[in-house]
């Protein structure tokens, strides 16, 4: 039976994980940032690590930097389906990529193929990567722009561009109409636009909507 930890900050999501997993792998261990992700792993030397993008203490990237060579493969399970955060826990060494959408079976089938060694993604996502490394995504710039974000700008972001109004954004992030403003003319600020239109073509061009 395939060995996995489970690596999210929320301790719901991995209960329910753990839950949709059943008996079909077997969870040795959980953990909830960086720091703990590399103890658990260090300690279980896992198969395969659902490994969340986002995590307190540098993200899923990290773990996989802090960590080095290893036969433990990754496979990054996250909410996020942007094209930044796709293909740069890939090229941080993740087998592959899938969102929390997924179902139990379907999550289960992902982690026996990626401990098989399989590169598996969701089918969206796996165009962003054919994309990279097609070169029609240009993924350094990318980088470039989104570092001079922090990452409520780039929630913001990402929403604004997507067509939401100001109000739907505060809540959709629970911070205050005013907060939104705030992070919106710094978004567009750093990166060197002048309105919501130009914002909406920028992320487009590069894949983050």
Known sequence: ??????????????AGVRAELGTDVDVVAEAEDVDTAIAAISAHRPEVVLLDVHL???GGVEVMRRLGPTDTKFLALSVSDAAEDVIGTIRGGARGYVTKTITGPELVDAIRRVADGDAVF???LAGFVLDAFAGSIEVAAVDEDLDR???REREVMRLIARGYAY???AKELFISIKTVETHMSSVLRKLQL???HELTRWASDRRLL
């Open 56 to 58: 307190p203490g540098g």
């Open 194 to 196: 002048s309105s919501r």
């Open 167 to 169: 109000k739907e954004v």
């Open 1 to 14: 039976m395939t060995t996995v930890v489970i690596v999210d900050d929320h301790a719901m999501f991995r």
């Open 149 to 151: 974000l922090t990452e």
């Open 122 to 124: 969701s089918p969206r």
